[in-house]
């Protein structure tokens, strides 16, 4: 285990012990890794920060991102009465110019007294430990060289970073080794580890100091470089300006959500911008989604997946670059694929395209149909319900468009498909890695029939629920023992499907405990109640950010077949008069709509706008399970009050028509405990220092978070 004094009583929390970030931009796939202890790592070179004379290494690994989850990565920390700041952010020159990272260093003297206090970096080819090898490493041989000329760092005559105009106090080939001349890496035994070309500058009689950093991507050649030039002539402050301006504009064209929350809120738009930066957009050819810090594309139903999150997150045009890329090459994910496919048709509203797509997909979906029918695929695994909801999805797509014939065939396949799963369940249970497929069934398109065996409250679907929440650890699922954010977000989805809504908000907090200070979130290889490490390339994970982006769509607005679900989870802590709750330009397969709930003393105002292409039912709105609805008004009649399936009370909700605008309740707050991020953080951080108590006094030494030495 860590000590728990590690998290520090200020600042936001960070679960892991040694999170990692990424400074990216839209459409790169590629970025850079802010390491656990603040240090940025290109793949070609690192730039680690240092202080003090002599230069010692710094290690932060709590830090934050800009305001509203803009990725502008900032951290600080204090020695003595001078407080030290770091901000960073990665950026294009030009629309598909040479990206780079761009630093700025701060100090401050918050005291009278004249302490000295200095900063600078060192660059090595890699910190070793820590540090995502798939980004790789610059080679380095005994006769690399190094040195600085023309106001920048240079290793192997390229250069990796570009220094501030004022020059520094003091410079070191290595630490312990003041700087002279170029060297090479044999004449001070330079390693892959050795901080070299250390730089630092004194504050001196200064109440502040700020210095701006520039480090490319890619080392550029020092003479007749334009980029090089271009990149030297930037302004910090301007740069930074467009940056945000610019994550401002990705972020309006996608879903906004309010939220009145600042954790689950700020990582939803974290979680939109981790995919975002994960997402390659070449000048030629299909977008691919990336782990960038594992170096591989998403694949199968991985990548399926993330492009129906973009769909339905309002990124379509993103979308169906992904999907479509699936065609060219169907594998594991090609049921994924075609259901997504089918589910971009009905979001968009883009029959032209359904059309033009179609014999492709009905190829596709011709092999799917083969491979059960040879009996490839097992009745009632993951894999056979996903094959039969894409060919639910293909039916419905040829319903879409007019083709009646190929509509009748497909649904028959998908009722023969899904009478086999009803009767293999019957003889074993559904297996826990199926919900992800339960929740497509579940969610369906607007004319498709409810299957029944597989319904949320049907007997086999509860079993497996409470099979799932046996093997909780710290509030998370668990499989093999290692801790499941990716299981525990789907079985939120399904639990606010059943109406459960206290247990949906228990998990999506959860959930929350285990991201990072900057919202990175992990998928899997961490064991509960131990050191709380991940491999250095866990987070951010862009299967994490996809599947939180979905969970809390799917609480704000949801699709149940023929019906639009709104606020099916609903957390005590929003219910603050005066804030707002809902989702702006949500897609949904009716069309766009904004909900937004107004909260207030007493009761709240719905203000539904809807921009429909195919009118739902109806819509149906989740009362919050916190309050006892007293009366409820709405602007069009039709207006129903009724019960559905709920725990530990039946959920309260109420049927509008579709064209419904205004709806005004009135309720009393019920007795239920008061969830929140803080309060659920405050429960774990009690909860782990019990542990650790234990474990300290039988013996056992925390595991130490060490800076790496510079040489």
């Known amino acids: 285990m860590v000590d728990p004094r590690i998290d520090g009583l200020t600042g936001p929390f960070g679960y892991l012990a040694n999170p990692t970030g990424i400074l990216g931009g839209v459409g790169a796939g590629r970025a850079t890794q802010v390491t656990w202890d603040g240090a940025l790592y290109t793949g070609e070179v690192e730039l680690c920060l240092v202080s003090g004379d002599p230069p010692r290494p710094v290690a932060v690994r709590t830090k934050r991102l800009g305001g509203g989850g803009t990725p502008i990565v900032h951290y600080s920390w204090l020695e003595g009465e001078v407080k030290f700041s770091v901000s960073a952010f990665a950026g294009a020159l030009s629309p598909g110019g040479a990206p780079a990272n761009f630093l700025r260093l701060q100090v401050q003297r918050l005291g009278q007294e004249a302490q000295e206090a200095s900063i600078g970096f060192g660059l090595r080819r890699t910190g070793g430990e820590g540090r995502a090898t798939a ?46 001349k170029p060297f090479t890496a044999a004449d001070y035994g330079v390693g892959p580890g050795t901080a070299a070309l250390l730089s630092l500058w004194d504050l001196g009689n200064r109440t502040e100091l700020t210095l701006d950093l520039k480090l ?66 070449p000048a030629a050819g299909s977008p691919v989604v990336r782990d960038v810090l ?108 007019g083709r009646r014939d190929d509509a009748g065939l497909y649904r028959l396949r998908y009722d023969e ?37 597989f319904a949320p409250e049907a007997g086999t679907v509860t079993e497996l629920c409470e099979r799932l929440r046996a093997t909780r650890e710290e509030g998370l699922v668990t499989e093999g023992g290692l801790l499941s954010p990716l299981c525990t977000m789907d079985l939120a989805r399904l639990h606010a499907l059943r109406g459960e809504q206290e247990q949906a908000v228990r998990d999506l907090y959860a959930v929350l405990l285990h991201t990072g200070s900057c919202h990175e979130g992990f998928t899997g290889g961490v064991r509960p109640w131990t050191d709380r490490s991940a491999p250095p390339e866990a987070t951010p994970d862009p299967r994490f950010h996809a599947a939180y982006l979905d969970l809390v769509r799917d609480l704000l ?32 397969n009716f069309g766009r709509v904004t909900s937004e709930l107004q909260v207030q003393a007493g009761g ?62 009135t309720w009393e707050p019920r007795p239920v405990e008061a969830l929140s991020y803080e309060a659920a953080v405050d429960a774990w951080r009690e909860a782990y220092a019990a542990r650790y108590r234990e474990y300290a006094d039988t013996g056992h030494e925390p595991v130490k978070l060490e800076p790496i030495p510079l040489r």
């Open 135 to 180: 980004l790789g490493a610059g080679a380095l041989s005994p006769g690399s060289r190094y040195a600085f000329d023309r106001g920048c760092a240079l290793i192997d005559d390229r250069a990796v970073c570009v220094l501030p105009s004022l020059p520094p106090t003091r410079r070191y080939a290595v630490a312990g080794e003041p700087y002279g």
């Open 216 to 281: 490319p991507w890619t080392p550029l050649p020092p003479e007749g470089g334009q980029a090089l030039q271009a990149l030297k002539q930037v302004d910090y402050e301007q740069q930074a300006d467009q940056t945000v301006q610019a994550w401002a504009e990705e972020f309006g064209r996608a879903m906004q959500v309010l939220l009145p929350e600042a954790k689950p809120l700020e990582t939803y738009r974290a979680s939109l911008a981790y995919l975002l930066m994960s997402t390659e957009i």
């Open 294 to 401: 594992r170096g591989t594309a998403l694949a199968g139903e991985d990548a399926a997946l993330a492009a129906q999150t973009l769909d339905r997150t309002g990124r379509a045009d993103l979308a169906r670059g992904l999907v479509e890329s699936r065609l060219e090459a169907p594998a594991d994910g090609d049921a994924a694929a075609l259901r997504a496919l089918a589910a971009h048709a009905w979001l968009t509203g883009d029959r032209p395209w359904a059309e033009g797509a179609y014999d492709r997909l009905r190829a596709l979906a011709e092999q799917l149909a083969g491979r059960l029918n040879a009996g490839e695929l097992a009745p009632g695994t993951r894999q056979w319900l996903s094959a039969t909801g894409a060919l639910e999805g293909m039916a419905e797509l040829a319903a879409l468009i």
């Open 417 to 453: 498909a899904l009478a086999a799963a009803e009767r293999a369940v019957e003889a074993q249970p559904l297996a826990e890695d199926t919900v992800g497929a339960l929740l497509e069934l579940h969610r369906g398109l607007p004319d498709s029939p409810e299957p029944t065996g």
């Open 557 to 588: 607005v949801c699709e149940r077949r023929d019906e639009l679900h709104l606020l099916s989870g609903f957390s005590p802590a929003w219910l603050q008069p005066g804030k707002q709750v809902g989702a702006y330009n949500a897609p949904t």
């Open 604 to 665: 709240a105002t719905l203000v539904f706008v809807p921009e429909w292409h195919a009118p739902p039912s109806r819509l149906v709105l989740h009362i919050p399970y916190c309050v006892k609805l007293t009366s409820v008004t709405a602007d069009q009649p039709g207006l129903k009050q009724v019960e559905g399936p709920g725990a530990p009370e039946p959920t309260q909700l109420v049927q509008l028509r579709p064209d419904t605008t205004t709806v005004t309740l």
